[in-house]
């Protein structure tokens, strides 16, 4: 058994857990696979995309970076609905992602700082 497994054992045995929190715990996509950190993690480029958006000036804004965001979440959400199982949660965050890109992207394209 190896140190997650261990881990998740642990944390399961405890008595002060409600019955669907050791469901959740004990689940195929639970907080003890990559299943669920992966996406965890997506939405974190996500969110400072976001923030960036609201905060930073259209100069400021990498294409590059903004470009590789864009084809990174558009190939991993594709990726994603291939797969089966189909990992919803990962499509979802990966599309979001893509879509922050092209967002960004847009902004510099309309303020002719592009190319």
């Not at 965890?40 to 294409?63: E, T, Y």
Request: charged share 10%.
């Amino acid at each position: 058994m190896g140190p997650i497994k261990q881990l998740q054992a642990f944390v399961c045995a405890q008595t002060f857990w409600p019955q669907f929190m050791i469901r959740w715990f004990q689940a195929e996509k639970g907080p003890f696979t990559i299943f669920f950190y992966c996406p965890l993690a997506k939405w974190g480029i996500s969110i400072a995309n976001i923030n960036d958006m609201m905060k930073k000036p259209v100069d400021s804004i990498n294409p590059v970076q903004q470009s590789v965001i864009t084809l990174t979440g558009t190939l991993i959400a594709r990726w994603c609905w291939v797969l089966s199982p189909r990992q919803y949660m990962l499509m979802i965050c990966n599309s979001v992602m893509a879509c922050t890109g092209i967002i960004q992207l847009w902004r510099k394209h309309q303020a002719g700082l592009l190319f």
